[in-house]
């Protein structure tokens, strides 16, 4: 299981940081990633990182600004936002999956509910 946090309203050029916090199974079984869904659009790939955390990738709307990071140890996933945009406004989700670290989300077996993130320009 799942569970996001950490979504908010912030103004243009802020910075939120999200959380993931798994339960179950170990998550250094699972490579971890980020979607967002912004109203009227399909789900896209923010960002993934592997299970050991030693490989990650971004998507290139997001790249020298958001930094995917996690704690094994502590079972949390976290997505650090910086110099947001409004088009950066969306539901953001975790996901985990079994298989290497991935930008499909067809790849990710457990999703969390999402947290909204809302950038006022």
């Known amino acids: 299981q799942l569970q996001a946090s950490g979504g908010g309203l912030v103004q243009a050029g802020g910075s939120l940081r999200l959380s993931c916090a798994a339960s179950?199974?170990?998550?250094?079984?699972?490579?971890m990633g980020w979607f967002r869904q912004a109203p009227g659009k399909e789900r896209e790939f923010v960002t993934a990182?592997?299970?050991?955390?030693?490989?990650?990738n971004y998507a290139d709307s997001v790249k020298g600004r958001f930094t995917i990071s996690r704690d094994n140890a502590r079972k949390i996933l976290y997505l650090q936002m910086n110099i947001l945009k409004p088009e950066d406004t969306a539901v953001y989700y975790c996901?985990?999956?079994?298989?290497?670290?991935?930008?499909?989300?067809?790849?990710?077996?457990?999703w969390g509910q999402g947290t909204q993130v809302t950038v006022s320009s």
């Open positions: 996901a985990a999956s079994t298989r290497p670290w991935t930008h499909n989300a067809d790849e990710y077996d457990y």
């Open positions: 179950g199974r170990s998550s250094s079984a699972y490579s």
């Open positions: 990182i592997s299970r050991s955390g030693g490989s990650k």
